[in-house]
T-cell receptor, first 109, second 112 residues
Framework: RKEVEQDPGPFNVPEGATVAFNCTYS??????FFWYRQDCRKEPKLLMS???SGNEDGRFTAQLNRASQYISLLIRDSKLSDSATYLC??????????FGTGTRLKVLA | DAGVTQSPTHLIKTRGQQVTLRCSPK?????VSWYQQALGQGPQFIFQ???????QRGNFPDRFSGHQFPNYSSELNVNALLLGDSALYLC???????????FGDGTRLSIL
């Protein structure tokens, strides 16, 4: 079993739609969780940290479920510019980032 | 405020050669991590440097080595290059444990 698993997609959604991604992780001792966004042939960019209580940043909402060992990302009112690959990141130990393979999102006009 | 900078941007090598990639962390950051990203995959952790020492290492062979300098910049060295080493190599920096890492643009390495 992979340490961090994501549905690779692609998710093709119309503009204005709401879309949700899940990411599961295997190490129950993981401490920190993040979502990164990566555009084609570019570097990953931090989208948001994920906190136990859940957190929101504009149209983006992240949730953490420690009992079931998954994190989620919800995007409301999708824009064309949201088209990218979304990478789930879980820390292993204190220092090591474990990335999922990423979920591709394509927002259609 | 400069972000994470990497050099070179692109590199072409042949099998068996050696390569050195360079990274300058974001201002104020003292920790540097290196990742390898193959096409269609998420970045894979190679190792992390803090206070000029390798603090943690991923599942990469000894052909991959690194260094961190007193000014926190870092190098990634790969010896005896294989075709499978072709990838995007990403450097990321951070300030504290558990804090988000910030990535450079990467070095795209092609092995012929």
């Amino acid at each position: 079993r992979k340490e961090v698993e994501q549905d690779p997609g692609p998710f093709n959604v119309p503009e204005g739609a709401t879309v949700a991604f899940n990411c599961t992780y295997s190490n129950s001792a993981s401490q920190s969780f993040f979502w990164y966004r990566q555009d084609c042939r570019k570097e990953p960019k931090l989208l948001m940290s994920v906190y136990s209580s859940g957190n929101e940043d504009g149209r983006f909402t992240a949730q953490l479920n420690r009992a079931s060992q998954y994190i989620s990302l919800l995007i409301r009112d999708s824009k064309l510019s949201d088209s990218a690959t979304y990478l789930c990141v879980v820390t292993s130990g204190t220092y090591k980032y474990i990335f999922g393979t990423g979920t591709r999102l394509k927002v259609l006009a | 405020d400069a972000g994470v900078t990497q050099s070179p941007t692109h590199l072409i090598k042949t099998r068996g050669q050696q390569v050195t990639l360079r990274c300058s962390p974001k201002s104020g950051h003292d920790t540097v991590s290196w990742y390898q990203q193959a096409l269609g995959q998420g970045p894979q952790f190679i190792f992390q440097y803090y206070e000029e020492e390798e603090r943690q290492r991923g599942n990469f062979p000894d052909r991959f080595s690194g260094h961190q300098f007193p000014n926190y910049s870092s190098e990634l060295n790969v010896n005896a290059l294989l075709l499978g080493d072709s990838a995007l190599y990403l450097c990321a920096s951070s300030f504290d444990q558990g804090q988000p890492q910030h990535f450079g643009d990467g070095t795209r390495l092609s092995i012929l």
